[in-house]
Nanobody
Framework: VQLQASGGGSVQPGGSLRLSCAAS??????MGWFRQAPGKEREFVAA????????YYADSVKGRFSISKEYAKNTVFLQMFSLNSEDTAVYYC????????????????????WGQGTLVTVSS
């Protein structure tokens, strides 16, 4: 599986961005987004289960970010609203062939495939 992430960039506080991640190769059943800010560990942002469309969010982004999919294009999106400086990070798309349960979707170790990362900078 290859993952191609795009959509990062610079935005002012309060702005919006949409990230995309296209998967090619074998079918995946769970896709997610993680992020890593400078000097910090990689953290979970959001995940989506392909089969039942179940969605999961980190508390820090709940109500501001929305994960969705376009099944025909094997693509997952992360729509980000009300961005603030704490959202500044490299965002990584992740995927796995397994259907992850709620207790495991937030763990980076559960994902076998990773995209190259796309930088999101929130600054005035």
């Amino acid at each position: 599986v290859q993952l191609q992430a795009s959509g990062g960039g610079s935005v002012q506080p309060g702005g919006s961005l949409r990230l995309s991640c296209a998967a090619s190769g074998r079918s995946v059943r769970t896709m997610g987004w993680f992020r890593q800010a400078p000097g910090k560990e990689r953290e979970f942002v959001a995940a989506l289960r392909w089969g039942d469309n179940a969605k999961y969010y980190a508390d820090s982004v709940k109500g501001r970010f929305s994960i969705s999919k376009e099944y025909a294009k094997n693509t997952v999106f992360l729509q980000m609203f009300s961005l603030n400086s704490e959202d500044t990070a490299v965002y990584y798309c992740a995927a796995d062939e397994g259907t992850k349960i709620a207790s495991s979707v937030r763990s980076s170790s559960q994902y076998r495939y990773w995209g190259q990362g796309t930088l999101v900078t929130v600054s005035s």
